[in-house]
Antibody, heavy 122, light 108 residues
Framework: QLQLQESGPGLVKPSETLSLTCSVSGGSISSSSYYWGWIRQSPGKGLEWIGHIHYTGSAYYNPSLKSRVTISVDTSHSQFSLRLSPVTAADTAVYYCARRGPYGSGSYFDYWGRGTLVTVSS | EIVLTQSPGTLSLSPGERATLSCRAS???????LAWYQQKPGQAPRLLIYGASSRATGIPDRFSGSGSGTDFTLTISRLEPEDFAVYYC?????????FGQGTNLEIK
């Protein structure tokens, strides 16, 4: 059974960098069919797609966040990561990592991590 | 950006009743690339329906999806106690891939 687990600091100061890692187990991160994504959920904005990446390194971002986001992949450790900088209080949310299927008919998120709360505050 | 509007915001029903949840898109959703998710408190969203009408693995057949273009519906034929949760629709045909604001299905 595929499992995803987010990790990283729960508190980030304004203007600094939010960094999270998602560890994938029970399946291969290097499957050509799948993408690995980040979604966040806040009371104010609901669920928001941040971006996703293929194991080859091709990444796709939400235009509203693109200037501040970088998603990277480390196949040797079966992990992918999110960096968001600089952050403000509006970036306070639960951050989820998830698997996304092939482009087109399969592009929904079928496996999700449990989520991790990140609070932006001084 | 495609805006998804879900209605009603809150739906109060009793176990055994039928639930009908709506998701309306601000423009046509490509090839019915629409999914439904269920979320319970403290948990991640769980995929229920993809392609507007296909059930995900392990999802009971009391859950069904329908619709095309701009209007989509999730129907739960006979509510079980574990079905009371928040439901979200998501379109994955056009970037940015957007979610609705959710329908809270609560016990009456």
């Amino acid at each position: 059974q595929l499992q995803l687990q987010e990790s990283g600091p729960g508190l980030v100061k304004p203007s600094e960098t939010l960094s999270l890692t998602c560890s994938v187990s029970g399946g291969s991160i290097s499957s050509s069919s799948y993408y690995w994504g980040w979604i966040r959920q806040s009371p104010g904005k609901g669920l928001e797609w941040i971006g996703h990446i293929h194991y080859t390194g091709s990444a796709y971002y939400n235009p509203s966040l693109k200037s501040r986001v970088t998603i990277s992949v480390d196949t040797s450790h079966s992990q992918f990561s999110l960096r968001l900088s600089p952050v403000t209080a509006a970036d306070t949310a639960v951050y989820y990592c998830a698997r996304r299927g092939p482009y087109g008919s399969g592009s929904y998120f079928d496996y999700w991590g449990r989520g991790t709360l990140v609070t932006v505050s001084s | 950006e495609i805006v998804l509007t879900q209605s009603p915001g809150t739906l109060s029903l009793s176990p055994g009743e039928r639930a009908t949840l709506s998701c309306r898109a601000s423009q046509s959703v490509s090839s019915s690339f629409l999914a439904w998710y269920q979320q319970k408190p403290g948990q991640a969203p769980r995929l229920l329906i993809y392609g507007a009408s296909s059930r995900a693995t392990g999802i009971p057949d009391r859950f069904s999806g329908s619709g095309s273009g701009t209007d989509f519906t999730l129907t739960i034929s006979r509510l079980e106690p574990e079905d009371f949760a928040v439901y979200y629709c998501q379109q994955y045909g056009t970037s940015p891939y957007t979610f609705g604001q959710g329908t809270n299905l609560e016990i009456k």
